[in-house]
Every structure is written in C-alpha cells, then in structure tokens.
C-alpha cells in the first residue's frame, strides 16, 4: 500500500514538473534551450532531458533543426483552442450585456482575449438603436489591443511582462486619434487601471468613442472585455463617468461569479 502511495506522489511531482517547463515558454521567451529550462527551474540535467523528451514526443513541444531549442508544439496549441471552445464567456456575459442595453440603448460589446496574437476578438454584440451613428464591430474580427475601449480594458490588465513586450512592437495606426506612442499609451493605461474603465475617442472609427472594462479570471489574468460603443457627440462627461461606473459594476459582477468556487456557487444560487 506505501508503494502504491509513493508511486501516486511521485507522478503527482513528475506532472507538476512538467507544467513548470511548459510555464517557461512565454511571449517575451518563446523558445528556450534544455541547459536554460534546466538554469530556470532548478531540475537536475536528467529529470529535465526525460521531461523535455517527453513533452517532445507528445507534440506539446518541438525543438527546432537549426538552432536544437524548443518551442511550444501542436499539441500545446491543440489544447489552447480545446480550451477556449469549452469556455462560454458568451453565454455568461449575455445577461450582464442585456442589463446595460436596457439601460444605455448604446451598443454593447463583448470581447475575448486571443493569446494566440494578442488581439480582442469581438464574441458578441448588441447594436443600439438609437438614431444617428449607428456603432457596431463583426461577430468573429480580431481588434489590436492598442485601439479602443474594449481591447485597452484588457491591454491594460495584462501582467507588465506581457503588456511591455506587446507594447514593444510596432503599433499601427487605425485613425488619425490612435495612440501608438509608447508613453502616451502607457500613461492613458496606466489611467485606465486607476479609474477602473478605459476610454476612446475616435481611436477605431471616425465619430465613434467608448468606454470598456476589463473581466477576469480566478487568477486576475484577462479574459476578455464589455465594452459600450456611442456616437462621440453623445458620450458627455456626465455619461463617461455614469456608464463608465456601471460597466465597470457589471464587468467585476461576472469577474466575481468566476471565482466562486463550485461549492460557493451552489451555496449562491439556493
């Protein structure tokens, strides 16, 4: 029965091991050589080699010809992909874009983070109906994470690892009001984590402006955003500061159900 155990523990640590080398390959370090995984995580040279062979085999990484050093592989992906279908950001946030509809009658907007390219990618909408401008984005169109309400709240919550290495790139310009300076981004993000909501003006179309907030996952990292969409000539300092308020209420609404556990969450809804 003890062996059984420390049978159990020892592939329990062999598992745990693994997710740490995977853990290594990031966006500012996509590759990585075996001595460098084995410099990070601590492992002796032949724990990492049967580890590194392993995942190697499995497909969750492959080493390039040329220079012999590893990268994430299909399977990694594969799983990525996997993960994202399962998960219905839609469905749970569909409530929560109603509510503000009803209360704005401006377009909503809800964006997913795609890790894959580091862009938003528009999941749902509702159009308002209002008269004038009408504001909407394409079901499925990926949107920079520079430009605009929705894409910033999540931009702006990224971990600084991730946010500066996006933020080292050549950042395009969408209009003429885009924010592609460095530090004029940075600044206007480092607002949009104070006050809590981000804010655009014109920085995807022309005459369009909107205020976005970020939702989280258990572990503060992005998941995506709800964001409300408006013709400039409607969005006044008071409704900045009023929706701005309430889509910022409803965005920690969904990020709080997300980190209830299954057990809270029974005890929630009796």
């Known amino acids: 029965m003890q062996e059984v155990k420390k049978q159990q523990q020892t592939g329990v640590g062999l598992i745990e091991k693994a997710f740490q080398v995977l853990d290594l390959f990031q966006l500012d370090a996509p590759t990585w050589s075996q001595a460098e995984m084995v410099r990070q995580t601590g492992f002796n040279r032949s724990t990492a080699h049967r580890l590194v062979r392993y995942l190697t085999d499995t497909r969750y990484l492959v080493q390039s010809i040329s220079t012999g050093r590893f990268a994430l592989g299909p399977a990694a992906l594969d799983l990525g992909r996997r993960a994202d279908a399962g998960f219905d950001l839609r469905g749970l946030c569909l409530p929560a ?22 862009t938003a990618i528009c999941v749902e909408q509702i159009v308002g109906q209002r008269g004038g401008l009408r504001v909407f ?24 690892i991730e946010r500066n290495a996006y933020l080292d790139q050549d950042l395009v310009k969408i209009t003429k009001h885009t924010i592609t300076k460095r530090d004029q981004l940075v600044e206007d993000l480092t607002l949009t984590r104070q006050r809590g909501y981000s804010l655009s ?63 809270n969450k029974s005890q929630a809804t009796r």
Do not use: W
């Open 137 to 160: 984005e394409q079901v499925g169109s990926a949107l920079k994470l520079h430009a605009g309400a929705a894409p910033k709240a999540i931009l702006a919550s990224l971990p600084d």
């Open 201 to 263: 003006h014109e920085e995807t179309y022309d005459g369009v402006a909107g205020i976005g907030a970020v939702i989280l996952d258990a572990d503060d990292y992005p998941l995506g955003s709800l964001a409300i969409a408006l013709p400039l000539q409607r969005l006044t300092e008071e409704k900045t500061r009023s929706f701005g308020l309430e889509i910022c209420s409803l965005a920690s609404e969904i990020t709080n159900s997300l980190r209830l556990s299954p057990e």
């Open 97 to 118: 874009m109603e509510k503000i509809f009803a209360s704005t009658n401006e377009s909503i907007i809800l964006t997913s983070l795609n890790k894959m390219d580091y």
